[in-house]
């Protein structure tokens, strides 16, 4: 059974940095690509940022740009999304999720997580 | 840059009933174009990929279909447990979502 359990949300202020995890199970791992998918309350579903399975190919959303790194570590089955520069409109449920090609980055999406939220505020 | 326009934003259908939602791409994305179900609390589920390929264990009632720009999600006869938001979601060009259909109970 596929699982993607992530951590490392909570409560930061803006311009403060997170650093989100994701936990992947019952899949081969190095095979596939990975990805972010983030929800605002009450809002619709966003893409952050996405990463091929030997990390050679990388996608990010304009809003994020420059203030997010996506990255992987294979060996410990593990997605991160390393956040700088939070803004109040960062401020969303972020969703690790399983690309379904093994070719490159864009691909439809087959897994997902529970998600960890993420609330910038002072 | 592709914009995907959903519609309509709500849509209102009795039990049994047909419904039909519509995605529109700003440009064409072939038939890289998926669709998700998403139910309250609950992460998205994907439906349909490939414009017209039902995911695994997806009921035949879910149908999608169309190329290039415009693109359908029929549901035959609705079941309660269908109604919920729905997403389209290109991916010919990195990934974009609409901003999705909430299917409602009329």
């Known amino acids: 059974e596929v699982q993607l359990v992530e951590s490392g949300g909570g409560l930061v202020q803006p311009g403060r940095s997170l650093r989100l995890s994701c936990a992947a199970s019952?899949?081969?791992?190095?095979?596939?690509?990975m990805h972010w998918v983030r929800q605002a309350p009450g809002k619709g579903l966003e893409w952050v940022s996405g990463i091929s399975w030997n990390s050679g190919s990388i996608g990010y959303a304009d809003s994020v740009k420059g203030r997010f790194t996506i990255s992987r570590d294979n060996a410990k089955n593990s997605l991160y999304l390393q956040m700088n520069s939070l803004r109040a409109e960062d401020t969303a449920l972020y969703y690790c999720?399983?690309?379904?090609?093994?070719?490159?980055?864009?691909?439809?999406?087959?897994?997902w997580g529970q998600g960890t939220l993420v609330t910038v505020s002072s | 840059e592709i914009v995907m326009t959903q519609s309509p934003a709500t849509l209102s259908v009795s039990p049994g009933e047909r419904a039909t939602l519509s995605c529109r791409a700003s440009?064409?994305?072939?038939?890289?174009l998926a669709w998700y179900q998403q139910k309250p609390g609950q992460a998205p589920r994907l439906l349909i990929y490939g414009a017209s390929t039902r995911a695994t264990g997806i009921p035949a009632r879910f149908s999608g279909s169309g190329s290039g720009t415009e693109f359908t999600l029929t549901i035959s006869s609705l079941q309660s447990e269908d109604f919920a938001v729905y997403y389209c979601?290109?991916?010919?060009?990195?990934?974009?979502f609409g901003q999705g259909t909430r299917l409602e109970i009329k």
């Open positions: 979601q290109q991916y010919n060009n990195w990934l974009l």
């Open positions: 440009q064409s994305v072939s038939s890289n």
């Open positions: 019952g899949f081969t791992f190095d095979d596939y690509a």
């Open positions: 999720a399983k690309g379904d090609t093994g070719f490159g980055v864009v691909s439809t999406i087959d897994y």
